[in-house]
Structures are given as C-alpha cells and as structure tokens.
C-alpha cells in the first residue's frame, strides 16, 4: 500500500542524492513552467533533475507514487487508467515536484482544497545528501511532525523533493462550466460544493462536476450560458485577499480574475509577496539555517523578502 519509511529507495532517488552530495551550491530543474518563482537561481548553481516516471498506483487505495521529475500530464495520464486523476491544474507540462515546491493549487481549489492536502508522502535529498522520508500512505500511519506540509510550498529552499506518494480521486462524471453575469458571492452560498467560481468584477464562471443527474439538477438553476472551458488566466502575478475582502475589488483599467471562496486574485501585472511579520521571518530563517546550514539547495529562491 503506497510507500513506507522502510521500503526500498528507488536507485534513481539514490542516483539524485549522489548528484546533490554533499557541497557546493545546487538548483533543481524541472521543465521551468514556474521558473521565476521566488526569484531566478543563482548563476553558479549546478542544475540537477529529479527522478521521473509513475512507480507504483494503487487503484484500490487510490494512491500514486512518483519520481518528482514526473510531469503532471503523465501522471494523471497513468491514474486515467482507472478512472482517477490528481487535480493539480497547472501545465501539463509541469512536474510534480515542481508544482509542489512552488505550492500553487490550481482553479478547482474551492473543491479538491489545496495542492498539499494531496501529499501523502514525501521523500526529499537533505543538505548533505541524504534521503529523508516524511509522512506516509495514510494518515494514521504519520507520526511526529509534518515535514511534507512544511516542504511544499518552500521552493526547494529545506530539501530537493526526489519522490512523492499522493492521493488520488476518482474522475467526475460530469463536468460543466457555465457563464453569465450573477452576484457570485451570493452563488457560492447558494451552490452545493462548486468546484470553482471565477469573477471579473462583471461576469461569472462556474465549474460544478459530479455525478450528471446532481450537475444538471444544479445548472437547471442557473440561468448561465454552457461553456467549453474557463477564461484565460492573466499571467502577471497573483496575490491572496482574506475571501470575503473580494467583494471590495473593483472594475479598473487592470484586467484581474478572482476565485470567489478561495481569495487569490490572477492579474496581469506582477505582485509583490505579502509582507512577513518579524516574528515569522524569524521562524523561517531559523528553519532554513537549520535544514540547510551553507545555503546550497537553491540559492537565488527567496521566501522571505525584506
């Protein structure tokens, strides 16, 4: 059933590990689809790729594990297989640990939660070459602290992630996207479980998947247009509002798109990271001192600005 702390490490992980060793400053590379995220790595950095290829999916447990190097599109193409999928929602062509050490979820957030509620584990390369695992195939079977929590979303910056075990989900039967122009904070109240609602400032979209019957229950409500598929993204930046505070965004010259219930904001001009209290910054130096003493994994990327 999945992986545990005791099974044994694939050799291309251990290869990986080699590769880091035990000095000098080194950047992971994966298919670079989020490559200026937390900033460029430094020039002197000796690039290194993770592992790729989909090892093992437990249909029954609905569990996958994977090289880090795998990219989302064979991934879910291998979970297809038996009707399920991961729902990352990024770039096909993104890798899993790429995605996973930016930690940006994709559109259907508001139903599927976020991209490290789908980490069941966790096998990273530490500072001086080792391989750590954290987490396991199931919840009951963790103990101590959660280091894949901590390790997504960290850009590389605690450990270079070399494998993941995740959680799969069955394939909806039905997916509709619909459009129009509704009060979308009134619809989100209104609606049972939508997998996204998206909003300009003047017109809607709304994904609701499930079983037919309750999706078409549901539109039938609606007076919205069917669509084939979302609206493009502005690719400027993007920046996190408590949910409720989207209601004071306004129509302006700026294109934004906002995903109603969730607070993150798409926009087409590029955002400054939200500012740190001290005594967070604080924390986070300390961990990066900790777990990364000489500063080699990923020198350049930077979580905490000044």
């Not at 599109?73 to 991961?86: A, D, K, T």
């Not at 400027?236 to 306004?250: H, W």
Request: glycine residues 12%.
């Amino acid at each position: 059933m999945g992986v545990n702390a005791n099974s044994p490490i694939e050799e291309s992980v251990v290869r990986f590990a080699e590769e880091i060793g035990q000095a000098g400053p080194i950047t992971v590379v994966g298919n670079r689809t989020q490559w200026d995220g937390g900033g460029l790595p430094h020039p002197e950095s000796r690039e290194v790729r993770a592992p790729a290829g989909v090892w093992s999916h437990q249909p029954e447990e609905m569990t996958v594990r994977c090289g880090a190097g795998t990219t989302i599109g064979e991934l879910n193409e291998r979970c297809s297989q038996f009707q399920q999928m991961v729902p990352f929602d990024l770039n096909p062509e993104a890798t899993v640990g790429g995605a996973l050490a930016v930690g940006r979820s994709g559109f259907r957030r508001l139903r599927y939660g976020h991209i490290r509620d789908l980490v069941l584990q966790i096998r990273h390369v530490d500072h001086s070459g080792q391989v750590v695992t954290s987490g396991g195939p199931t919840v009951k079977n963790v103990s101590g602290y959660d280091l894949c929590r901590l390790l997504v979303g960290s850009l590389g910056k605690l450990g270079c992630i070399a494998e993941v075990t995740l959680r799969c989900l069955p394939i909806p039967e039905t997916t509709l996207w619909l459009t129009g122009k509704m009060d979308p904070f009134e619809l989100y109240n209104d609606l049972y479980r939508p997998s996204s609602i998206l909003w300009n400032g003047d017109s809607i979209w709304v994904c609701l998947e499930g079983v037919k019957s309750d999706v078409e229950s549901q539109a039938a409500k609606l007076k919205l247009e069917e669509v084939a598929s979302p609206p493009d993204f502005p690719e400027g930046g993007r920046n996190s509002l408590e949910p409720g505070a989207l209601k004071n965004l306004k129509r302006s010259s700026e294109v934004w798109l906002a995903e109603v219930g969730v607070g993150v904001v798409h926009r087409t001009q590029k955002q400054s990271p939200a500012p740190l209290g001290e005594a967070n910054k604080r924390l986070m130096r300390e961990l990066e001192v900790r777990l990364d003493p000489n500063g080699r994994l990923n020198p350049g990327r930077e979580l905490i600005t000044t």
